[in-house]
């Protein structure tokens, strides 16, 4: 006769999850003291800002009013970009009901953020994952193609996109990285206030600006 597996007890389950509490209380905490840091730091003229959001505004407005010359090339973009939205949409519809379905786009070759295998296991985090890649894709595609920009400010939006496009990342957010959701509940958030702490450390190193500590790999 087999020995059932001892499951969690009430008591365990309570305590992960008043360790979860404690931790995401401390976040809320060093949270507040990252944003007053770098406050200070921009108040007190300490630093220069990573990005002038007067040459950003500028360089994309130059964008915007091209793309108004040019309406046609705007329209073209949405409707491809719905077409594949409503094919993907379709795909995980068929993948939901037990049937086989191809993905629509995939991450190149050397994109790390979507090496966990949820990301294509999952249909839901795979759903995410493509949602992502569609949009990025449309996007930038948009931006390469505006006619009438010179070098120097196609270079700007095409590099501000760029990394708009790589902060709105599903990998950057908890609730839809399926590492870093299930390396938070295992560790009852301890990962995060961790991660915070470096951050802070960074910004204090870097007085005001992100000053990575290198470490031994």
């Known amino acids: 006769m087999t020995t059932p597996s001892a499951s969690p007890s009430p008591d365990s389950k309570k305590a992960d999850f008043n360790k979860l509490a404690q931790n995401f209380s401390k976040i809320i905490e060093q949270s507040q003291r990252v944003l007053q840091e770098f406050l200070k730091r921009q108040e007190s003229g300490d630093q220069l800002p990573i990005m002038d959001p007067a040459i950003i ?18 329209i073209e973009a949405q409707v491809n970009f719905w077409k594949n939205y409503l094919d993907l949409w379709q795909a995980t519809s068929q993948r939901m009901q037990g049937k086989e379905s191809k993905p629509l786009i995939e991450p190149s070759p050397g994109d ?11 249909a839901v985090f795979d759903f995410i994952k493509q949602s992502y890649l569609l949009a990025a894709d449309n996007l930038q595609g948009l931006v390469r193609k505006v006619e009438g920009l010179d070098d120097k400010t196609a270079r700007k939006v095409q590099f501000y996109t760029r990394q708009f496009v790589d902060a709105m990342a599903p990998t950057n957010f908890v609730l839809t990285n399926p590492t870093v959701l299930q390396t938070t509940l295992d560790s009852g958030g301890d990962n995060l206030v961790k991660g915070l702490q470096n951050l802070l450390e960074d910004l204090e190193r870097g007085r005001g600006q992100l000053q990575i500590k290198m470490t031994d790999l």
């Open 57 to 74: 505004s500028k360089s994309f407005q130059e964008l915007f009013d091209k793309l108004l010359k040019n309406p046609e090339q705007l």
């Open 112 to 122: 790390k953020r979507f090496k966990d295998a949820q990301w294509a296991e999952n």
